[in-house]
């Protein structure tokens, strides 16, 4: 689009033509709208304002915040001293960061990409054909994990997994096994699975809709089982919606701090996924700058996953 | 449209972070420059006070760390039930048409600390803030959330319940000498026992160790009863002050050292004391198993040991008169016993041997306090003290304290309700053998960093190396310079 356009207006540039109705009318070309400078401005600016204070504004007073020794309490949150890039190293060569960032990565390849993904595309896959009252129940009983607030879920969990009269424990009859303790970041892991499976698994299936007929029945015709048919037919088909759900359940399960309801981010720092470090450093520890610097990098992680995310949807829309 | 809807998404997403930072970071709370013109308009109105429709009416905010059902029921309950009616009606006497609304709220202390941190720097927050700790006075008087009373109100100063009040807890809720709200009360620390188990063990109902060792010898003695945790004594961050406090601290007052020394202005470094205290820790958690590692790292685990030993799984407990009163009276809501003023028994905290503990006493405790503060940004200040005065009124007490006695900050009122025996206890033979926390602002930091210290040994590290990383941690905070060695 934007090619077509600049063709358009090179031979009107104002040289031999200036002056005459034709290229007068063809400059107004652009407002499409009719609006005008002024108006088209009126429009646009209270989009760019509510950007500019929600988006831009927080980011770079982050920015600053994160150069500074800024806390909660006492005499630094009175008058919050410049300390350079001291965060920032600090950051970079503290144990705790570096092993949070470490159990963060563990935590989305496990419950976003392993977890997520695969059981959402399996419920998919399976109810495709199932009829349509057992899909309905079990669409219904993923989607309710997923509207329920995190705070209903997380109360939830908190009682099967409890180690003294836990229903887990009833059911394994492993009494007194104190799960979140004992398998944190595993009881993290499936506690983000049931809390954010339904994602995946609706757009896999409207994905799953979109494949041609044609193909699966050519597919079934030849005898493919069901492996071929997923690797041949369905995967090359819905390679882009794979990707989008790729990119989105990453970026919100590198943020989600629901965990915290479960652990605390314990015991110790067994839990203390990104969100939940950052949480506890600016807020129960009160140290605010350093907090603001975390999240600063935080921050250029996101927008490196979003950028990712933005390019292959270019690509997609291009091809 | 797709493209729309996850893009949306993704700004949402991107956005989190950093709008969470730009709150906190939304103001300074610089003091309001024309502050003194509130306290002055609002005098006028009592001088002349003109009952009916030509007062405007009044609407004030009282915080409370209690909520009915919940923590500390017993205080929101007197709140809302009497407190507020009879301080509106004894207001509407005067004239004055005030509506008071009670925010409670059932958080950890931690959280709720952070909950008005946030509030006050946002210039906003109720205007009468109870369930303040006396330590957090320094920290927040500092970042200029909160101001001297006489600043704020200076009629606050010709109370006459100042004169009830003993100095040493007016100075829970003072910093650098000046007044920043009213004390609610002190407390002190005990180790709790269940006489039951006891006897079951062969232990004598009036028990009352003179050393470390007698606690572990007790506590060796109940671990050969089935499914008892011998001692629970409080460690790790998610236990929070309460670690602190009912830990850390009573113990190290038993190795004659102090986590500040007034004297000196220096802290207690990783190595000597805190080494003992540590290696008590791991007697208790180490491989005799004296108490239950896992209990300490529960995100619950405070409120699931205060379960425990109200159904008598639990032997032995170090905590304060808050859990007699609050906790397993049989009118809680947390943990009732209704037989607890027969099975519950109590010693004072011996020091590691007889003579070790600061001064060369045999016995210590630790104690705090919190109170009231008046929220400088309030718009009706006058009404607002009116208010924390009338709730620390010697009539707003008795009835408050009449059937749940505790020591409060009033002499004339303790007189007055303190039959219970054990807050009797608490008064005769703990207040005077006591310790207070330094109120200093570093002071919330290195709790932590205690609590993490307890918390490795509990999961397993030596006493040692949680020592050294003690050691280096609090030079982080207070610097190197600061500290005793």
């Known amino acids: ?319 | 449209m797709k493209t729309h809807t996850k893009r949306g998404r993704l700004a949402a997403a991107l956005l989190a972070p950093a709008l969470v930072l730009a709150a906190c970071g939304g103001d300074d709370a610089d003091p309001e420059p024309d502050e003194p013109d509130n306290g002055e308009a609002a005098p006028d109105d009592e001088d002349d006070p003109e009952p009916g429709d030509d007062v405007a009416p009044v609407a004030i905010t009282l915080a409370e760390n209690a909520i009915r059902g919940g923590k500390n029921t017993e205080a929101a309950e007197w709140i809302e039930d009497w407190a507020i009616p009879e301080f509106e009606s004894m207001m509407a006497d005067e004239g004055f048409d005030i509506t008071v609304t009670f925010e409670g709220s059932g958080a950890d202390d931690e959280d709720y600390k952070t909950t008005i941190a946030l509030d006050l720097s946002t210039g906003g927050g109720p205007d009468v803030i109870g369930g303040f700790d006396g330590i957090w006075v320094g920290e927040f008087a500092q970042a200029n959330y909160i101001q001297p009373l006489d600043d704020i109100y200076p009629e606050s100063s010709n109370w006459d319940g100042w004169d009830q009040i003993p100095d040493a807890v007016q100075q829970n809720m003072s910093f650098n000498d000046q007044r920043y709200g009213i004390p609610g009360g002190t407390d002190g620390r005990v180790i709790y026992f269940n006489k039951e188990l006891f006897a079951d063990a062969g232990l004598p109902e009036d028990w009352q160790p003179t050393s470390w060792e007698e606690i572990l010898d007790a506590a060796r003695a109940l671990k050969q009863l089935d499914g008892v945790v011998p001692i629970q004594l409080n460690g790790g961050v998610s236990m929070g002050e309460a670690t602190t406090m009912q830990g850390f601290l009573p113990l190290m007052a038993g190795t004659g050292a102090a986590v500040y020394s007034e004297d000196s202005g220096l802290w207690q470094g990783g190595s000597g004391e805190v080494e003992q205290v540590l290696e008590f820790y791991a007697a208790v958690y180490g491989d005799e198993e004296l108490g239950d590692p896992l209990l300490q790292q529960e995100a619950a685990g405070r409120d699931n040991s205060f379960l425990m030993f109200s159904e008598g799984e639990i032997g032995m407990l170090i905590e304060g008169d808050y859990l007699w009163r609050a906790v397993i009276n049989p009118g809680s809501d947390l943990a009732p016993m209704e037989n607890r003023d027969e099975v519950i028994g109590w010693a004072k905290i011996p020091a590691r041997e007889p003579g070790a503990g600061i001064d060369g006493q045999d016995f210590v405790s630790m104690s705090g306090g919190g109170g009231r503060v008046l929220n400088p940004n309030t718009e009706s200040p006058e009404v607002a003290w009116r208010l924390m005065e009338f709730l620390d009124s010697p009539e707003a007490l008795l009835a408050r304290h009449a059937d749940d006695p505790r020591i409060t900050s009033r002499t004339d009122v303790n007189e007055q309700i303190i039959d219970d025996e054990m807050i009797s206890f608490i008064a005769e033979e703990v207040l005077p053998i006591t310790f207070y926390r330094p109120g200093l602002e570093e002071y919330p930091q290195v709790s932590i960093a205690l609590q993490e210290a307890t918390e490795a040994v509990v999961t397993g590290t030596s006493p040692e190396d949680a020592a050294g990383q003690y050691q280096s941690t609090l030079e982080g905070i207070v610097g190197a310079e600061n500290i005793n060695d």
């Open chain 1, 1 to 319: 689009m934007p090619r077509t356009s600049t063709t358009d207006h090179e031979p009107l540039g104002p040289g031999e033509n200036a002056g005459s109705q034709r290229p007068e009318k063809r400059r107004t070309d652009p407002d499409a709208a009719g609006l005008g400078r002024a108006r088209a401005t009126a429009f646009v600016v209270p989009a760019l304002v509510l950007i500019g204070v929600f988006l831009i504004f927080p980011a770079l007073w982050t920015l600053y915040l994160g150069v500074t020794n800024w806390r909660l309490t006492g005499l630094a949150a009175a008058e919050p001293e410049f300390v350079g890039l001291d965060n920032y190293i600090d950051a970079l060569t503290d144990d705790r960061f570096l092993s949070s960032l470490y159990r963060t990565f563990v935590f989305v390849i496990g419950s976003a990409i392993l977890g997520q993904m695969v059981l959402g595309f399996t419920i998919a896959w399976v109810m495709r054909r199932t009829n349509k009252l057992v899909r309905g129940f079990v669409e219904t009983l993923v989607l309710i994990a997923w509207i329920l607030p995190a705070s209903v879920i997380a109360w939830l969990w908190l009682v099967l997994l409890d180690r003294r009269s836990g229903t887990l424990n009833a059911l394994l009859g492993t009494e007194g096994t104190a799960w979140l303790l004992e398998y944190p970041m595993q009881s993290i892991i499936a506690f983000n699975i049931f809390n954010g499976t339904a994602f995946s698994m609706l757009l896999f299936s409207s994905a799953l809709a979109s494949i041609p007929p044609s193909q699966m029945e050519t597919a079934r015709m030849v005898g493919a089982g069901t492996w071929a048919t997923l690797r041949d037919v369905v995967f090359p088909n819905i390679r882009g919606h794979i990707l989008t759900v790729l990119l989105l359940v990453t970026l919100w399960t590198f943020n989600v701090f629901a965990p915290f309801l479960l652990t605390g981010g314990g015991p110790g720092q067994q839990t203390e996924i990104f969100p939940v470090l950052i949480y506890r450093m600016a807020l129960q520890t009160g140290e605010l700058g350093r907090g603001a610097a975390f999240s600063l990098i935080m921050i250029v992680i996101n927008l490196v996953i979003a950028l990712v995310y933005l390019r292959v949807l270019r690509e997609r829309r291009q091809s």
